[in-house]
């Protein structure tokens, strides 16, 4: 269960690619990331690298696992939010509302 928090913007969060990755991972335990690339129409090097941003910041995690539905040795990779990154992110969005709603 993600804490409840106050608005907190969050300039790593911020970046649209991001925000928009946080987002998508917002309602679900975890996500492949072909799932991830193909919905959000991003190349492997934009994702990884913004992957990587959220990762050593300690929003999401990311971990290789190998896929069993084929026969070579290619390994899936899983993507999550951790709880400090729904934390973030539900922070970064009350604040995004506060500043839309005005004073």
Known sequence: MTPALG???????????????CGLLRRVPELEFAV???TL????????????????AGLVTVR??????RADSRRLTWVALTEEG?????GHL???????DGP
């Open 7 to 21: 608005p907190a913007f969050n300039n790593t969060v911020h970046s649209p690619v991001r925000l928009r990755i």
């Open 36 to 38: 991830i690339r193909e």
């Open 41 to 56: 129409e991003l190349t492997d090097a934009n994702l990884s690298k913004n992957l990587r941003v959220l990762s050593e």
């Open 64 to 69: 290789k696992e190998r896929s069993l539905a």
């Open 94 to 100: 009350a604040a995004l509302k506060a500043i839309a």
């Open 86 to 90: 729904r934390g973030a992110l539900e």
